[in-house]
């Protein structure tokens, strides 16, 4: 037992020494893909898509198809909404612009960018949502005759724009990318294509 005890107050002296600093808490290392696209293409539209994510056609009916573009490994999803605009342009730009204010309370910022693509009939505007916000990047993409394409970004966690930066600044490049080479097909593909 005396010995026991020897050990343990040795122990205690030989501890004491400098003041304890508590450690900063730690971030996981993120490690992004190299930055390479495919071409990806369904009715109604053809576009290229990062290699590393992994677009899957959900539900489609008269009144749209539904698509997740998915990021296994950044846990992070943008669902896309398409819809044939049918005389109702108007009221489509304001409900993607009613979603982005819903953003404004939690917002830090929101910056708008304008999509003008004549050559291939892209119009459209891209949203980056900066703050601890749900989705922080919403866009919408439209042929203003036919086609009307809106998309939002989400991650499979909590909101924490800091952690988060440098995928959600990756992910915002890749849906940019996304607009400048996205496609419209014709009329009558879209007939055949849909269910």
Known sequence: MKRNSWVLLLLLLTACGDDVVPKPKGWPRIDLPERTYVQWSAAPFTVEIPVYGRMVERTASEGGRWFDLRFAHQRAT???????????????IEEAHDFKRKHES??????????????????????????????????????????????????????????????????????????????????????????
Do not use: C
């Open 78 to 92: 943008v669902h896309f909404t398409w819809t044939p605009i049918n005389g109702r342009l108007a009221e489509l």
């Open 106 to 195: 939690m917002a830090a910022r929101i910056n708008s960018e304008r999509v003008l693509h004549d050559s291939t009939r892209v119009f459209g505007t891209l949203f980056d949502v900066e703050g601890n916000v749900a989705s922080p990047f919403v866009m919408y993409l439209t042929d203003s005759t036919d086609n009307f394409l809106y998309a939002s970004l989400y991650f499979d966690t909590r909101p924490n724009a800091d952690s988060l930066a440098p995928v959600t600044e990756r992910l915002r490049q890749d849906m940019r990318h996304f607009a400048a080479t996205l496609k419209w097909q014709g009329s009558s593909d879209l007939s055949r294509a849909m269910p």
